[in-house]
């Protein structure tokens, strides 16, 4: 129950420790219960955050608010305003095959991560931040009978990066050609190389990002015709490899209203009507160049 009013009065902080999803968080919550003049209000934040998760390469950073408001007019009605949401941030794990478990002895290995310039950084980042905002009106017709009627509208993104290339070598450091088992029987010599130099240095076992920046970094194109504006030539560093973002943006309109009605101790009755609209776009954004121009 979101209302404001049936929130009981109370300044609220506490602490929560995990080594799951994340590490720590912290929430303050204040409500101020129902005043003399009909009002009431309810404020809440936290933060669920970790510098990296149970599993390597992975991180999490969420946000979440919250906020209402009511309004009680005369006996038998009472209007509500609440509006929530929470901005999360995180970096995933990855499905991986067992041959780069066994050769990263865990697991927890990642695929997803690699170091640049000595750090650690994610290729497939999730974000979320969808708001709700909710109105709500609540009649008390008779003490056996009550109308509540509500309005809801929800929007915002989701998104997850990616490692995306064109007309190069595969990125991703579990790709079947660069494992010990693509030349076990054609190069057993090969194989046995590839497997220690596998086993002894982790960057073998991760994305190499210097090595994608390089590759865009040494790549000079010239584009003709650019837009199909004939005449129109650029030159510069093409990417070869990028960070994609694949996103879904959602807009949702809801509307309900039911009456709840009790005509004796043994039946009680509702009768309801509701709405929802929903649209959903399903797009792509270059998330970063990595060195390259275009």
Same mark, same amino acid.
């Given at each position: 129950?979101?209302?404001? !009013? ?15 999803? $994340? ?18 209000? /309810? ?22 608010? %919250?906020?209402?408001?009511?309004? &009680? ?6 209007? !509500? ?57 609540? %009649?008390?017709? !008779? ?5 509540? /009627? ?25 790709? $079947?050609?660069?494992?010990?088992? $693509? $030349? ?90 509701? %709405?929802?609209?929903? &649209?959903?776009?399903?797009? &792509? ?8 121009? %275009?």
């Amino acid at each position: 129950d979101s209302r404001a !009013s049936k929130q009981r009065k109370q300044t609220s902080l506490s602490y929560a420790y995990s080594n799951r999803n $994340y590490n720590h968080r912290i929430m303050l919550t204040h409500s101020t219960g129902l005043s003399k003049k009909g009002w009431a209000f /309810t404020v809440s934040g936290s933060r669920r955050y970790a510098g990296e998760g149970y599993v390597p390469g992975s991180y999490y950073d969420g946000w979440s608010y %919250f906020a209402a408001i009511d309004k &009680k007019i005369g006996e038998k009605h009472l209007l !509500s305003l609440t509006g929530f949401g929470a901005p999360t941030e995180s970096g995933r794990q990855g499905p991986a095959v067992t041959e780069m478990i066994k050769l990263a002895g865990t697991n927890f290995y990642n695929p997803f991560w690699g170091y640049q310039n000595g750090k650690v950084r994610n290729a497939s980042i999730a974000k979320t931040h969808q708001p709700y905002i909710i109105l709500t009106h609540d %009649f008390r017709i !008779s003490n056996t009978t009550n109308l509540t /009627t509500a309005a809801g509208y929800s929007f915002g993104d989701r998104s997850t990066t990616a490692l995306d290339w064109y007309n190069s070598a595969d990125p991703r450091p579990d790709y $079947y050609r660069y494992l010990p088992s $693509y $030349y076990k029987t054609t190069d057993p010599g090969q194989s046995a190389m590839l497997e220690e130099a596998m086993r002894n240095d982790i960057k073998l076992r991760q994305i190499n990002w210097d090595r994608l920046y390089l590759a865009n970094m040494s790549s000079n194109e010239t584009i003709v015709n650019v837009d199909g504006v004939s005449g129109k030539t650029v030159t510069g560093r093409r990417s070869h490899y990028i960070v994609e973002e694949r996103i879904i943006n959602a807009e949702r309109i809801n509307a309900n209203s039911v009456l709840n009605t009790r005509l004796n101790d043994n039946i009680d009755l509702s009768f309801g009507a509701s %709405f929802q609209k929903q &649209k959903n776009n399903y797009y &792509k954004e270059v998330n970063d160049l990595l060195g390259g121009e %275009f």
